[in-house]
C-alpha cells in the first residue's frame, strides 16, 4: 500500500490539491448546516419553537436542496465547475449571514430555503471535480477524503459555536460563518483549474489521470439522461440513504440533550459529537479504501464497490441499540460504528456512479440523485417530526427503521447499475 502511495505521488500532486479544495468547501457546507441543530435548544427557547417548526425549518432546507441539486447540477455540466461553484458558495455565505437578521421560524424558514437552494451546488461540483482530476482506482478514497469534511464540519461546529455563543451570541454565530464562506470563494476563484487548462499541472500527472480509455460523449439533452439505467440506479439508491445522515446532523443534538440532559458546551455536547464524527471521518477514508484495495487485486470497479457496500451496511445494523442505551457512551459507541458506516457507504455509492457515467453528464446524473435525495429528505423530516410528536420524543422507531432502507437500496442498485460507462448515442 505504501508503493502504491509514493507511485501516485510521483506522477504528480496536483490533483490533490484540488482535492483540498473541494474538502474545505464541504466542511464549511456542513458547519452552516450543523450550526442549527447545534444551536436549536436556544433558538427554540429564543422563539417558542415547537418539534413541528423545527422540522418545518429543515423541510424548508430540503425543499431548496431539491430544486437546487438538479438545477446546479445541470448547469455545473454546461457552464463549468469553477464558475457555477464560485457563484453559489458567495451566494450559500450571503444566506448563512441573514441568518442572523431572522427573528421567528417563518424567518428562519426564508433563509434555511435559500442556503438550501445554493448550498446544492457542493456535491456535484465536488463528484465533478474528482471525477475531472481522478482515475477509477483513487476514485473511492478521494471521494472518501473529501466527504470527510461533512464529519469535520460537524466536529468543528459544536466546539466553535459554544465559544461564539458566550462572547457574542447566536446572531454573531452565523456572520462568522459567512465570513469563513466568503474567504473560500477567494481561494476557489484564485486555485481551481479543470486538468487541461491548469497552468501547472505535470504532463506526467494529465496522462495518469486520462490513462483510462472512455467512448468518446457528446452532450445529450437532460430527457435522454433520465432514460438511462445508470440514472434511476443511483437515484433512487441514494434517496433511500442520503436522509439518514441529515437525520444524525439534525436530530442527534436534541436527541443526546433529551436522553441525557446535555448542556450546549464543549465537555457535555461537543465531546459525544466529536467522537461520533470522528468515527464518520475514518469510515468516509476507510471505506474508499476498501473498494480500492479490492480493485488493485482485479476485482472490477462496480462489483468492488456494491461488495464493500454489503459489508457496511451490515454495520449499520448497530444503530438499533442506541434508543434504549442507558448509558451515554454506549448510544455514542452504536451511533459512531453507523455513522462511519454509513459514509463509507457513501464514497462507494458516489465512486460507482462515477465509475459508470460519462464526463459530459456526471454533474447533471449526480444532481438529479441528489434532487431525488432531498426529496426523501423532505419526507424523512416530516415523518421524524411527526412520530417524535405523536411518540413524545421517542427515538426508538426511528433507530429501527434506519438499517433496512440500505439493504433495500444495495438490491436495488446490483439490479440497475451498469458494469461500464455506456455509450450514449
Not at 89 to 103: E, F, I, R
Not at 253 to 278: E, H, K, R, S, W
Not at 395 to 400: A, G, I, N, Q
Request: glycine share 8%; charged share 10%; proline share 5%.
Amino acid at each position: 500500500m505504501g508503493e502504491k502511495i509514493r507511485g501516485a505521488l510521483a506522477v504528480g500532486k496536483t490533483r490533490w490539491g484540488m482535492l483540498a479544495l473541494v474538502f474545505f468547501a464541504t466542511t464549511l457546507n456542513y458547519i452552516d448546516r450543523a450550526a442549527l441543530g447545534v444551536m436549536q435548544p436556544i433558538l427554540a427557547k429564543e422563539m417558542s419553537w415547537t418539534a413541528m417548526d423545527y422540522a418545518n425549518i429543515n423541510f424548508w432546507f430540503q425543499v431548496g436542496y431539491a430544486i437546487g441539486y438538479v438545477l446546479q447540477g445541470r448547469l455545473i455540466d454546461k457552464v463549468g465547475v469553477k464558475r457555477v461553484f464560485f457563484c453559489a458558495v458567495l451566494l450559500w455565505s450571503v444566506a448563512t449571514g441573514l441568518h442572523g437578521l431572522a427573528t421567528s421560524a417563518v424567518g428562519f424558514m426564508v433563509c434555511r430555503f435559500i442556503l438550501g437552494m445554493t448550498e446544492a451546488a457542493n456535491y456535484p461540483a465536488c463528484v465533478k471535480t474528482t471525477r475531472l482530476w481522478f482515475p477509477a482506482g483513487e476514485r473511492a478514497v478521494s471521494t472518501g477524503i473529501f466527504n470527510a469534511g461533512t464529519n469535520v464540519g460537524a466536529m468543528i461546529t459544536p466546539v466553535m459555536l459554544p465559544l461564539i455563543l458566550a462572547v457574542w451570541g447566536w446572531q454573531a454565530a452565523f456572520i462568522c460563518m459567512a465570513c469563513l464562506g466568503l474567504t473560500w470563494s477567494v481561494c476557489w476563484a484564485l486555485k481551481y483549474y479543470n486538468p487541461e487548462d491548469h497552468p501547472r499541472v505535470k504532463q506526467s500527472e494529465l496522462d495518469y489521470i486520462q490513462a483510462e480509455p472512455e467512448p468518446e460523449q457528446k452532450a445529450v439533452p437532460f430527457h435522454r439522461i433520465l432514460r438511462m439505467r445508470g440514472t434511476w440506479a443511483y437515484a433512487l439508491a441514494n434517496a433511500m440513504t442520503a436522509p439518514v445522515f441529515w437525520f444524525y446532523l439534525y436530530w442527534l443534538p436534541p436527541f443526546l440533550n433529551q436522553q441525557y440532559q446535555l448542556g450546549i458546551n464543549v465537555t457535555q455536547m461537543g465531546i459525544p459529537l466529536i467522537i461520533i464524527y470522528l468515527s464518520a471521518d475514518f469510515g468516509s477514508v476507510g471505506g474508499g479504501i476498501l473498494s480500492s484495495f479490492l480493485i488493485g487485486r482485479g476485482v472490477s470497479p462496480v462489483k468492488a464497490r456494491l461488495s464493500s457496500m454489503l459489508l457496511f451496511a451490515l454495520c449499520i445494523v448497530a444503530v438499533i441499540g442506541a434508543a434504549g442505551a442507558s448509558n451515554l457512551w454506549v448510544a455514542v459507541l452504536a451511533i459512531s460504528l453507523a455513522i462511519a458506516a454509513h459514509q463509507a457507504w457513501t464514497a462507494n455509492i458516489w465512486a460507482v456512479v462515477m465509475d459508470y457515467t460519462p464526463k459530459p453528464m456526471m454533474s447533471t446524473v449526480f444532481g438529479f440523485g441528489g434532487m431525488c435525495a432531498a426529496v426523501g429528505g423532505m419526507f424523512m423530516t416530516q415523518i421524524v417530526g411527526y412520530i417524535l410528536t405523536v411518540t413524545h420524543n421517542n427515538y426508538h422507531v426511528l433507530f429501527m427503521i434506519i438499517p433496512g432502507m440500505y439493504f433495500i437500496a444495495l438490491a436495488w442498485l446490483y439490479l440497475m447499475a451498469p458494469r461500464k460507462v455506456p455509450v450514449v448515442d
